[in-house]
């Protein structure tokens, strides 16, 4: 009969010890793993804002790389002054003036995706290219205008960004005052965004919106915020602020500001962020109420997969903030600011080398093959570049739509020598290119060319050898293109 009780004492004894252990091995996981969702809470945070940011830079360039290109019609007197309502010029003067600005227009305009790009005046006649689209809107006149009212007159930079014009919402348009009778019109595909704005896989749930100051989204990730106001549960949380992240029980927001007043909104739902640790969270609870040991182990477990998911969205994160995501190479940003830190630096250098790769028709492959097969040529490209620059020390870029660049820094070879080196590589492409476009050359035209600086080490800045060498790829195009010239 004792040893009846004793045995049942020691089972009591042993279950409660059991309990009591099971317990607080149950209240000590729940405290690490509310830490530990504080903790991914942060993290994912940084990554998304991280990711945003790096969306809001690629944006900026897509536009400033418009207003760039608008720009260039101020290089000559004779493109940005002449007025086709001068009543004083005769028909043949107009006619050469009209020839050079259009010959112009299409040097600038080969290289970008624009669906117009050309010069109005106020008597409603054209220069350059403006499509059936926008001829058929205005078909009544008056699309100067249109234009000229969409401009405020206390606009220093006499420009403006327009969307919805006369009830497209299939492109944006761009507008800069020429002089008092001449504006320049630029418009391309909201499409063109995709690329830019692309949602990474490891953060699917995310929504990317590009918005007006007012909360339209002009373009969204997902088709049926399109061309509507932005949802009031957003908008709200972020107000009147740019520039902020904030996180409540439904979003993850932020919000970074363009450099034409537009914002880029990215939303993510906090229970798509916490998903997988709640699901972890549910398989702790069910593992500690059988064993205090599982709960040990899937406590390792599962810290140790969180800890790796999130060394993998670090990872994944920082390879895409410095590589164009299409071809893996560096993008523009991280290639000037390797170039910058190398010039900056002398180690020796005796000679240096800058290289500009620009394909010629590319805007024929992407209207007679489409964007995709458009993007398997800038691919195969990326890969050409990769394969006949490959030794170490090369830095190699995407710095355009379909414009390359390369930069060396020679340290144990003289000027002759790097010359004769860069020169061969330069010659080595060419045959490969020949090679691999062969069908893309006959059906489309096309061909590379390019602009190659080898020079002696100095005080040289990025936009020094970016100019020099972009001049020698003027000379390529203008000669006939298929070529390089070296300077």
């Known amino acids: 009969m004792k040893t009846k009780s004793l045995y049942s004492t020691q089972i009591i004894y042993s279950l409660v010890v059991a309990g009591g252990i099971i317990f607080l091995s149950f209240i000590i996981s729940v405290v690490l793993l509310l830490s530990l969702k504080r903790s991914t809470e942060d993290k994912i945070s940084y990554f998304v804002a991280a990711d945003a940011h790096q969306m809001e830079l690629n944006v900026n360039n897509y536009l400033n790389n418009v207003q760039q290109v608008t720009a260039l019609l101020f290089s000559d007197k004779d493109y940005y002054a002449y007025d086709a309502t001068d009543p004083s010029l005769s028909d043949y003067d107009k006619i050469q003036y009209e020839t050079a600005i259009q010959n112009r227009i299409v040097d600038l305009g080969m290289m970008n995706s624009f669906c117009d790009f050309g010069i109005v005046y106020a008597n409603d006649n054209t220069t350059g290219w403006i499509s059936q689209v926008t001829n058929q809107i205005f078909k009544d006149g008056s699309i100067y205008t249109y234009f000229s009212s969409a401009i405020p007159s206390d606009n220093l930079k006499q420009d403006a960004w327009l969307i919805n014009v006369q009830g497209n919402t299939n492109r944006i348009y761009y507008a800069k005052r020429l002089n008092p009778n001449a504006i320049c019109v630029v418009s391309f595909y909201i499409s063109e965004l995709e690329n830019v704005l692309a949602v990474p896989s490891e953060l699917s749930d995310m929504s990317v919106r590009l918005v007006t100051i007012d909360n339209y989204v002009i373009y969204s990730s997902r088709d049926e915020e399109q061309s509507a106001q932005m949802d009031p549960a957003i908008s709200d949380i972020i107000g009147d602020h740019a520039g902020i992240t904030a996180i409540n029980n439904e979003y993850l927001i932020t919000s970074n500001s363009l450099s034409n007043g537009w914002n880029v909104v990215c939303s993510i739902p906090t229970s798509a962020i916490m998903a997988d640790q709640v699901e972890a969270t549910r398989n702790l609870v069910i593992a500690v109420s059988l064993i205090t040991v599982l709960v040990v182990l899937t406590m390792l477990l599962i810290t140790t997969r969180l800890n790796n998911s999130v060394k993998g969205v670090v990872d994944d994160l920082d390879y895409k903030a410095r590589n164009d995501q299409m071809t893996g190479l560096l993008n523009k940003t991280t290639f000037r600011n390797l170039t910058e830190s190398d010039l900056e630096s002398y180690n020796g250098k005796q000679a240096i080398a800058f290289l500009i790769f620009d394909l010629d028709n590319f805007k024929e492959v992407n209207d007679m093959a489409g964007h995709k097969f458009g993007d398997e040529v800038i691919k195969r490209m990326g890969d050409l570049l990769r394969e006949v620059f490959a030794e170490e020390g090369y830095l190699i870029g995407r710095i355009g739509g379909d414009e390359f660049a390369v930069y060396r820094s020679f340290h144990d070879t003289d000027l002759k020598t790097s010359e004769k080196t860069i020169h061969d590589l330069t010659m080595s492409l060419y045959d490969k290119f020949a090679s691999e476009f062969k069908d893309e050359s006959k059906k489309?035209?096309?061909?590379?060319?390019?602009?190659?600086?080898?020079?002696?080490?100095?005080?040289?800045?990025?936009?020094?050898?970016?100019?020099?060498?972009?001049?020698?790829?003027?000379?390529?195009?203008?000669?006939?293109?298929?070529?390089?010239?070296?300077?």
Do not use: H, M
């Open 444 to 487: 489309y035209n096309l061909t590379v060319s390019s602009g190659i600086l080898v020079t002696g080490p100095g005080e040289y800045k990025f936009d020094d050898l970016y100019q020099k060498t972009d001049v020698a790829l003027y000379i390529s195009k203008r000669n006939g293109k298929s070529k390089p010239t070296f300077i």
